[in-house]
């Protein structure tokens, strides 16, 4: 299986590397070549310098052939217009985008993309943490 | 009406200044302190801060009424695609306009049905052309919702529709003759118009049929 990752930021080159490890071939884009560092020093597979929603790279990086693209860039909506691109234009079955902001992340979600956000798992996990706290004095609620 | 202009830079500001002159209502949105600052001197409540593209920025601009036209007029190509989408999708404006900076983003907004939308590139680069012809038929104008274009042909001497009235010429299907330039005067095209060497014809066409235009009246 093939996989396309814009933006190899601490969460792009680390989905890179988990993919990578489970036997895809992957492919990752960022606009900042020193990114590549973050792939450690013996990255075996393809990475390319450019920016994200720019057609002829995303051809050079091979998106017709692609299973899976993962827009991780560190711009909501550069990742949501990756992602229109991805589904629309090249037809990619399995397109996952990172959007930051819950409220645009629901949108697009509604709308049928696949939307991961950090910013609302972080919110429901640390709600849900403060409530597992065995606090004295604090009162069971129902 | 009633306006939101996303993006206070030159374009944005200067927009909104024109809207405002018209007797519209406006909302202007920007994100950047040091720009807001300096609107809001001029603007005072109609410029907001925030960016364009989060909800509740839209919502505090009034977004939810609808207003009548969305401009996404902000430097960033993806930002602008955003704001459109979600001023008609999420809010039911009933028009947006969106500004392209980088020519090469021109398909993504049409593959999102973004429409209309203005690039000054693209613009410029038709006008060099009109100015400096390097080709025989030249694009002037796109009409995206349409599916027509406007384009100019230089009627020559050895031009086969050189000494032919317009009625006798077989254009092709979904193409029709506007006006013919003679001398700096400018002329509706009609049946019995003849066509001369050094007359600039603008014709109306749907792309794809500038061959067959071009066949029929310059055989290049």
Same mark, same amino acid.
């Given at each position: 299986?093939?996989?396309?990752?814009?933006?190899?930021?601490?969460?792009?080159?680390?989905?890179?590397?988990q993919?990578?490890?489970?036997?895809?071939?992957?492919?990752?884009?960022?606009?900042?070549?020193?990114?590549?560092?973050?792939?450690?020093?013996?990255?075996?597979g393809?990475?390319?310098?450019?920016?994200?929603?720019?057609?002829?790279?995303?051809?050079?990086?091979?998106?017709?052939?692609?299973?899976?693209?993962?827009?991780?860039?560190?711009?909501?909506?550069?990742?949501?217009?990756?992602?229109?691109?991805?589904?629309?234009?090249?037809?990619?079955?399995?397109?996952?985008?990172?959007?930051?902001?819950?409220?645009?992340?629901?949108?697009?979600?509604?709308?049928?993309?696949?939307?991961?956000?950090?910013?609302?798992?972080?919110?429901?996990?640390m709600?849900?943490?403060?409530?597992?706290?065995?606090?004295?004095?604090?009162?069971?609620?129902? | 009406?009633?306006?939101?202009?996303?993006?206070?830079?030159?374009?944005?500001?200067?927009?909104?200044?024109s809207?405002?002159?018209?007797?519209?209502?406006?909302?202007?949105i920007?994100?950047?302190?040091?720009r807001?600052?300096r609107?809001?001197?001029?603007?005072?409540?109609?410029?907001?801060?925030?960016?364009?593209?989060?909800?509740?920025?839209?919502?505090?601009?009034?977004?939810?009424?609808?207003?009548?036209?969305?401009?996404?007029?902000?430097?960033?190509?993806?930002?602008?695609?955003?704001?459109?989408?979600?001023?008609k999708?999420?809010?039911?404006?009933?028009?947006?306009?969106?500004?392209?900076?980088?020519?090469?983003?021109?398909?993504?907004?049409?593959? /999102?049905? @973004?429409?209309?939308?203005v690039?000054?590139?693209? &613009?410029?680069? $038709?006008?060099?052309?009109? !100015?400096?012809? =390097?080709?025989?038929?030249?694009?002037?104008?796109?009409?995206?919702?349409?599916? /027509?274009? @406007?384009?100019?042909?230089?009627?020559?001497?050895? &031009?086969?529709? $050189?000494?032919?009235?317009? !009625?006798?010429? =077989?254009?092709?299907?979904?193409?029709?003759?506007?006006s013919?330039?003679?001398?700096g005067?400018?002329e509706?095209?009609?049946g019995?118009?003849?066509?001369?060497?050094?007359d600039?014809?603008?014709?109306?066409l =749907?792309?794809?049929?500038?061959?067959?235009?071009?066949?029929?009246?310059l055989?290049?």
């Amino acid at each position: 299986m093939k996989a396309l990752i814009i933006g190899c930021g601490r969460v792009g080159s680390s989905v890179a590397l988990q993919l990578q490890r489970e036997g895809w071939d992957v492919v990752v884009v960022d606009e900042n070549e020193d990114a590549l560092s973050r792939l450690g020093e013996h990255w075996p597979g393809a990475f390319l310098v450019g920016h994200g929603i720019d057609t002829d790279l995303l051809r050079e990086a091979g998106i017709e052939e692609a299973d899976a693209v993962i827009a991780a860039t560190d711009g909501d909506n550069t990742n949501i217009v990756i992602g229109e691109v991805a589904q629309k234009r090249f037809d990619v079955k399995c397109v996952v985008v990172r959007v930051l902001d819950p409220a645009r992340a629901e949108f697009y979600a509604a709308r049928g993309m696949r939307t991961v956000c950090p910013t609302k798992t972080a919110i429901d996990k640390m709600a849900e943490t403060v409530r597992t706290c065995e606090l004295p004095g604090a009162r069971a609620t129902a | 009406m009633y306006v939101v202009v996303a993006g206070g830079g030159k374009v944005g500001a200067n927009v909104a200044r024109s809207l405002l002159r018209l007797g519209h209502e406006v909302t202007l949105i920007e994100q950047r302190r040091d720009r807001f600052d300096r609107l809001e001197d001029e603007f005072e409540h109609q410029v907001q801060r925030g960016d364009a593209t989060e909800l509740f920025v839209l919502e505090r601009a009034g977004l939810a009424r609808p207003p009548d036209i969305v401009l996404a007029l902000t430097g960033d190509d993806e930002d602008n695609m955003v704001i459109c989408q979600l001023a008609k999708e999420k809010y039911g404006a009933p028009k947006v306009i969106a500004r392209v900076n980088d020519p090469r983003n021109q398909a993504h907004f049409d593959l /999102l049905g @973004i429409s209309p939308t203005v690039c000054a590139t693209s &613009s410029i680069m $038709a006008l060099v052309e009109h !100015e400096v012809p =390097e080709h025989d038929l030249i694009h002037l104008l796109e009409l995206r919702k349409e599916n /027509l274009e @406007i384009v100019e042909v230089q009627i020559d001497r050895d &031009s086969p529709s $050189a000494g032919k009235r317009v !009625e006798t010429l =077989e254009l092709p299907e979904g193409s029709r003759l506007i006006s013919v330039m003679r001398n700096g005067q400018s002329e509706i095209a009609v049946g019995s118009t003849m066509l001369e060497a050094g007359d600039q014809v603008l014709a109306i066409l =749907e792309p794809g049929k500038e061959d067959e235009l071009r066949r029929v009246l310059l055989r290049t």
